[in-house]
């Protein structure tokens, strides 16, 4: 099954979400905390990679990650981000890879939520890793596969 992963770290815990490319909800799970400025950067890897098998393991069937942003407390800072974004890029090989702050994720959220419009993809410009929403990414999984 091919999927899209969803986090929301912070300083106490990682929540995972895997979406279906119809972007139906089919996992969820949680895992440590995942915020590098307060842990580390490998200790904030590990943390989304174990938030990530959690939820994989719910599911109960092998699955392609074709996708994932992770909204991470302690990476507004674009050096923090980058670091983030090859760690997570050697955690999960050949998969399109977006990372951004949890208040990115709030935000983005509350702005398809009150427009309607926007929902799971808010193009930033950049490569095609930037072109995945803070709520999933699907849309962009559909039409890279």
């Known amino acids: ?10 300083g ?4 995972c979400v895997a979406m279906d490319l119809s ?7 949680r895992g440590p905390a995942s915020n590098p400025t307060r842990i580390g950067f490998d200790s904030a ?12 393991e719910v599911l109960g069937q ?7 942003c992770a909204g991470l407390a302690g990476t507004a800072q674009p050096g923090n981000r980058d670091r983030m974004q090859q ?4 955690n999960f090989p050949g998969t399109i890879i977006r990372v951004c ?14 427009t309607g419009f926007g929902t799971y993809r808010t193009p930033l410009g950049g490569g095609p890793a930037e072109l995945i929403a ?12």
Not at 87 to 90: T, V
């Open 12 to 15: 106490s815990k990682t929540e």
């Open 101 to 114: 702050t949890d208040l990115d994720l709030a935000l983005d959220g509350i702005y398809a939520y009150t």
């Open 1 to 10: 099954m091919k999927c899209v992963l969803g986090f929301d770290g912070g």
């Open 134 to 145: 803070p709520l999933g990414g699907f849309d962009v999984a559909v039409n890279a596969t």
């Open 45 to 56: 890897a590990a943390g989304v990679e174990r938030a990530a098998d959690a939820t994989l």
């Open 23 to 29: 972007g139906a909800i089919v996992a969820r799970g």
């Open 87 to 90: 760690l997570l890029a050697g």
């Open 62 to 68: 092998p699955a392609e990650i074709v996708a994932l």
